[in-house]
């Protein structure tokens, strides 16, 4: 299912008893990868590019996750550059940065919203 308003869609990413629980998972828009995790006791989710942008490895989702202060950020587990998981920042500092979208919770379904131009 899709919601498309003038810039973004709202796609149905995966229901939320398939989402890994403290952790993430890879899901795909059209032929698009996307990283989504699922943190429980803060219940909260977030949503970034699957591919690392060092080595452009199909990885995020598969990456260690930890947190520094309130920020919960991802490891990529290839050579364990860190983000955050809010803002994209890259926090071993070098200037790449990751995509992050919006993610939303109805009705048991999880939705993540990407801009038009990546669709
Ligand atoms: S490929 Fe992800 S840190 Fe190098």
New binding site residues.
Partial sequence: MEITTEESIWFAACRVEDAVENGGVCVKYRDQQIALFYFTRRNEWYATQNE??????M??SR?LLGSTGDDLKV???????TFSLRTGECL?GDECSLQTFPVKVEEGIVYIQVPLNNS
Avoid: D, I, N, W
């Fill in positions: 690392c942008p060092h080595r452009k490895q990885a995020l990456g490891a990529c587990p290839f050579h364990k550059k071993s």
